[in-house]
């Protein structure tokens, strides 16, 4: 009750603050706009989630005479958001345009003819100028005069930047939804794909009162019955398969009606198998439509890159695709032959562990063992009885050593025979897991039952943090 009255209060005080202080009112200029007859239409993609939105809001500040056309097909949470702040936003429908009119397009958070709605009238104007602003790397078709792309965790981010530079003042309501935008985005700038220049926009955006309980109101994932059902069903089939160094899944499920949170599905799929990478193809057989939905949790399969292959869209960690008149087993082969040509080029354990390896026998005394990783400046090292691994030795391992006399004890009664390794081919990130799942500071590196090599978690890092010199420092 007190939730529901402090947002019948704050609706009622924005709506207020919006008629006094109307985004509408702001004397901006925009540089590119021509004199002359006309109209400026302003859009965005289909299946408008928060972060368009925001940035057909924010593209209205930047462009004052222009006229937000809002897609019909929006996401709920936003349908939701709007059924409750309509009245402070002043949004047209493609029922209400003139497209005779229209000599001026901008768009936002997108870069693609397909993702547009109804815009088969413009496409092929020649006289028709066309403005970009899209955070997505794929190549344009728009053909702009004009485009401000790069690649950032959130389209609003962008738009922000132009509204600082222009000094634009923002209402309490919009830097709200700025902020819904740009966290759904980013994940809460959890993202991989996250930027410097989007924490700092959020730090812009609360300076300017944007309000984190709204945000978390709108931001909350629903999860009902139906949601779980399907979640259900996916588990008890769930299709498995190895591609590299990866486990993936591709599941069908068929659903009936509207169903709201598809992607929470995948992502809790994802979850609760501990797959690298999910994929949901919910098939609508009413509507002879197929829904693509992806989650990764690894760098190196680009959800983003395979879904914007199939028509949809999306980032490195999350994106999804609408497919219509198409066999749902046909589609779920389509996504494996792209998952497996995606993989980006990645660095494998061979590239930077150390070898040849210094190891030491089992009956190796522990003084002996302890010169040796001073003399060598290692926190550990390999124990090796005829070419192979018997257990592995650490500094930390010398706490259990009590007594001068102990050090004359083998290193096979202190050693850890709990022996964690990993192979050449792995990929860096899971030699990372390995170490972290296992609080471990080594792994030694096995081929055909042999100690190869070994990395150590300080190389893992240095890795991942880029202090690795580059071919043309190191020679």
């Avoid at 005080?13 to 006309?38: C, H, K, M, V, W």
């Avoid at 309509?86 to 958070?109: A, C, H, R, Y």
């Avoid at 955006?205 to 999860?223: C, E, M, R, S, W």
Wanted: proline share 4%; glycine share 6%.
């Amino acid at each position: 009750m007190k939730n529901e009255f402090r947002v019948k209060l704050y609706d009622f005080i924005l709506t207020a603050l919006f008629r006094l202080f109307s985004y509408r009112n702001y004397p901006i200029d925009n540089p590119t706009r021509q004199e002359g007859s006309g109209m400026r239409l302003i859009t965005t993609h289909r299946s408008t989630d928060f972060d368009a939105f925001a940035s057909l809001v924010a593209a209205t500040l930047i462009y004052r005479d222009g006229t937000p056309l809002l897609p019909k097909a929006v996401n709920p949470n936003v349908k939701a958001f709007l059924s409750i702040h309509k009245d402070l936003f002043e949004m047209s429908g493609v029922d209400e345009i003139d497209f005779n009119q229209v000599n001026q397009l901008v768009v936002v958070d997108t870069n693609r003819w397909s993702r547009l709605e109804k815009m088969d009238d413009l496409k092929d104007r020649p006289d028709l100028e066309v403005e970009v602003w899209d955070h997505h790397e794929e190549k344009t078709d728009l053909n702009p005069q004009w485009i401000c792309q790069e690649s950032i965790g959130a389209n609003i981010t962008l738009m922000i930047r132009e509204i600082r530079r222009r000094n634009i003042k923002l209402t309490p309501m919009q830097a709200t939804l700025f902020l819904i935008g740009l966290y759904e985005d980013t994940g809460n700038l959890t993202f991989s794909s996250t930027t410097a220049e989007d924490a700092h926009a959020a730090g812009y955006l609360l300076g300017n009162n944007a309000d984190l309980n709204v945000l978390n109101t709108f931001l909350q994932p629903g999860y009902g019955v139906k949601q779980k059902d399907i979640l259900f069903e996916m588990l008890k089939s769930q299709p498995r398969t190895k591609i590299g160094n990866f486990s993936v899944s591709v599941n069908i499920a068929h659903i009936e009606g509207h169903i709201n949170n598809l992607s929470l599905v995948v992502h809790m799929y994802r979850e609760i198998l501990g797959l690298d990478a999910a994929f949901g193809i919910f098939v609508h057989d009413s509507h002879d439509k197929c829904i693509v939905i992806g989650r990764s949790a690894v760098d190196d399969i680009d959800i983003g890159t395979i879904m914007r292959s199939m028509g949809g869209g999306g980032h490195p960690g999350a994106g999804s695709a609408m497919l219509k008149s198409v066999n749902p087993d046909a589609l779920s082969d389509w996504v494996y032959e792209l998952l497996k040509g995606n993989q980006q080029a990645s660095v494998q354990v061979s590239d930077l562990m150390s070898s040849p390896v210094i190891t030491v026998p089992s009956d190796t005394p522990m003084e002996e063992v302890a010169a040796i990783l001073k003399k060598e400046g290692c926190t550990g090292v390999p124990v090796v009885d005829n070419g192979r691994l018997v257990g592995i030795i650490s500094r930390r391992d010398f706490r259990k050593v009590k007594g001068s006399r102990r050090m004359k004890s083998p290193v096979k009664a202190f050693m850890s025979t709990k022996n964690i390794t990993i192979n050449p081919e792995n990929s860096l990130m899971e030699a990372a897991r390995l170490m972290v799942k296992h609080d471990i500071g080594r792994l030694p590196v096995i081929q055909n039952d042999r100690v190869i090599g070994i990395i150590s978690r300080s190389d893992a890092m240095l890795y991942f943090y880029d202090l690795f010199p580059h071919p043309a420092q190191s020679n």
